[in-house]
T-cell receptor
Framework: GENVEQHPSTLSVQEGDSAVIKCTYS??????FPWYKQELGKRPQLIID?????GEKKDQRIAVTLNKTAKHFSLHITETQPEDSAVYFC??????????????FGTGTRLLVSP | EPEVTQTPSHQVTQMGQEVILRCVPI?????FYWYRQILGQKVEFLVS????????KSEIFDDQFSVERPDGSNFTLKIRSTKLEDSAMYFC???????????FGPGTRLTVT
């Protein structure tokens, strides 16, 4: 089955700096890669996703890149702000027999943005 | 903006007791999921549900677990005889027609004593 590795486990940056979180996946059949932000005690919140037919997607200060050959994808946050502080999870998903997709999550990155 | 809702927010139960966790998915969604997250760990898939039947389940989802969509709006997870290691945050999620973007509920924190 799919296995997702995520690095780093903790990332501390100064406000205004960029942050990059990297994930690798094992199953070449995976074709959907979402990123979730989880604040303490709250639900995982979908912030951006990418499908395997594109290499990069951007939404304001966040962007995701995908390298299918190397089976890795990354989250980039520019001009970080204290409110970006949270745990970020990557996930990978492939099409199951019935057409739906279950998510396999990485282990999470705790991002701390200091003012 | 429609959201997935879950009740209760926190459930405390004794080992061996049955619990039912409830979810109301987003109204026009067709695919439903349960995940769990043990404190400080990653989110783990439990089960998915489509067209009134289980589509896939993980090895965590053993005979003690069951899911049901008793009516047009609710989606429930039942644990028949809880164990200490069932203590976790349980998240319900739903996705729409194309089974892609999954939106999570706020979770139910289950504490088994």
């Amino acid at each position: 089955g799919e296995n997702v590795e995520q690095h780093p486990s903790t990332l501390s940056v100064q406000e205004g700096d960029s942050a990059v979180i990297k994930c690798t996946y094992s199953d070449s059949a995976s074709n959907y890669f979402p990123w979730y932000k989880q604040e303490l005690g709250k639900r995982p919140q979908l912030i951006i996703d990418i499908r395997s037919n594109v290499g990069e997607k951007k939404d304001q200060r966040i962007a995701v890149t995908l390298n299918k050959t190397a089976k890795h994808f990354s989250l980039h946050i520019t001009e970080t702000q204290p409110e970006d502080s949270a745990v970020y999870f990557c996930a990978a998903s492939g099409r199951g027999n019935t057409g739906f997709q279950k998510l396999v999550f990485g282990t999470g990155t705790r991002l701390l943005v200091s003012p | 903006e429609p959201e997935v809702t879950q009740t209760p927010s926190h459930q405390v139960t004794q080992m061996g007791q049955e619990v039912i966790l409830r979810c109301v998915p987003i109204s026009n969604h067709l695919y439903f999921y349960w995940y769990r997250q043990i404190l400080g760990q990653k989110v783990e898939f439990l089960v998915s549900f489509y067209n009134n039947e289980i589509s896939e389940k993980s090895e965590i989802f053993d005979d003690q677990f069951s899911v049901e969509r008793p009516d047009g709006s609710n989606f429930t997870l039942k644990i028949r005889s809880t164990k200490l290691e069932d203590s976790a945050m349980y998240f319900c999620a739903s996705s729409g027609e194309f089974g892609r973007e999954q939106y999570f509920g706020p979770g139910t924190r289950l504490t088994v004593t």
